[in-house]
């Protein structure tokens, strides 16, 4: 059974930073690019950031230079630390795997909300 837990949401300050945590089971971590996805309320679901077992990122253009993604291996674990934050950051961060072969197999996690006000 797949289980993509996250962690480390809250109530933050604007400019406070906060440290999400994805502990995956049941999948091949190694197999798998991870990532972190976020919905705001009435929004689509876009991309944060993503790496590689190979530690390869992608960020999106309205996270870089703010958010860092990392894994790891060791502990099937991927982290998205997030300084600066701002009230548009506001959403649901979702944990991702994709295979990097088997088109199709992806998974995701519960999300954990992350609040950015005074």
């Known amino acids: 059974q797949v289980q993509l837990v996250e962690s480390g949401g809250g109530l933050v300050q604007p400019g406070g930073s906060l440290r999400l945590s994805c502990a995956a089971s049941?999948?091949?971590?190694?197999?798998?690019?991870m990532g972190w996805y976020r919905q705001a309320p009435g929004k689509q679901r876009e991309l944060g950031a993503t790496?590689?077992?190979?530690?390869?990122?992608n960020y999106a253009d309205s996270v870089k230079g703010r958010f860092t993604i990392s894994r790891d291996n060791s502990k099937n674990t991927v982290y998205l630390q997030m300084n600066s934050l701002k009230p548009e950051d506001t959403a649901v961060y979702y944990c991702?795997?994709?295979?990097?072969?088997?088109?199709?197999?992806?998974?995701w996690g519960q999300g954990t909300q992350v609040t950015v006000s005074s």
């Open positions: 049941g999948i091949g971590f190694s197999m798998y690019k």
């Open positions: 991702n795997a994709q295979h990097s072969i088997v088109k199709g197999a992806e998974y």
């Open positions: 790496i590689t077992f190979g530690d390869i990122t």
